[in-house]
């Protein structure tokens, strides 16, 4: 069974930038949950899509979105990149109950520079 | 609002030796309770999960946790170290909002000592 993909791996923009990033959760699994991990801040939940559906959100700006498509499948976009916006950006996949737990991607490393 | 409280963000311990890493919660109702662990360079891995079936929940590795909920505790023990097990350790907490949100815990960085 394949585990959840995120791509790219690393990625380097510039301030100002806008990017997209993606992942792919394990087949049959329909929430898709986004984070960001900074050695300040720690994981930092950013939203839940749950067929196709925005479910829940953290607290962050609006140039921080997401979608999800009909097969689950995910993209989030941050615009108008700042420094700070550097981070592991991690993609979390569950079938949807929140009691079964998460299975992670192995990431997306933005840097802004 | 709820939040994750891990103790000490770094423990160091000999190879053989006890670990044990302490999670508190703060939560009006019994969540959803995880242990995450995290390698250098990759995402979360699943190590447990408490879901109000038993108290003491096994996990992968030789890992097992307590819920105690007159402490609002969840601490995360293995018998005996092994140099594996040095990595990053987070403490999770699961409600259902209208949505599943999950809270993690700063984290704890176990270090493992030959």
């Known amino acids: 069974k394949a585990g959840v993909t995120q791509t790219p791996r690393y990625l380097i923009k510039t301030r100002g930038q806008q990017v997209t990033l993606s992942c792919s959760p394990i087949?049959?699994?329909?929430?898709v949950s986004w984070y960001q991990q900074t050695p300040g801040q720690g994981l930092q939940f950013l939203f839940e899509?749950?067929?196709?559906?925005?479910?829940n959100k953290g607290n962050f700006p609006g140039r921080f979105s997401g979608r999800q498509f009909s097969n689950s499948r995910s993209e989030m976009n941050v615009s108008t990149l700042e420094l700070g916006d550097s981070a592991l950006y991690l993609c979390?996949?569950?079938?949807?109950?929140?009691?079964?737990?998460?299975?992670f991607g192995s990431g997306t490393r933005l840097t802004v520079v | 609002a709820q939040s994750v409280t891990q103790l000490g963000s770094h423990v160091s311990v000999s190879e053989g030796a006890l670990v044990l890493l302490r999670c508190n919660y703060s939560?009006?109702?019994?969540?959803?309770l995880f242990w995450y662990v995290q390698y250098p360079n990759q995402g979360l891995q699943l190590l447990l999960k408490?879901?109000?079936?038993?108290?003491l929940v096994k996990g992968i590795n030789g890992f097992e946790a307590e819920f105690k909920k007159s402490e609002t505790s969840f601490h995360l023990t293995k018998p005996s170290a092994h140099m594996s097990d040095a990595a990053e350790y987070f403490c999770?907490?699961?409600?259902?909002?209208?949505?599943?949100?999950?809270?993690f815990g700063a984290g704890t960085r176990l270090f493992v000592k030959a």
């Open positions: 979390a996949s569950s079938p949807g109950d929140g009691g079964i737990g998460y299975t």
């Open positions: 087949s049959g699994h329909r929430s």
């Open positions: 899509y749950f067929s196709e559906t925005q479910r």
């Open positions: 939560s009006s109702v019994p969540p959803y």
């Open positions: 408490y879901t109000s079936a038993a108290t």
């Open positions: 999770a907490v699961t409600r259902n909002t209208g949505g599943f949100k999950t809270i």
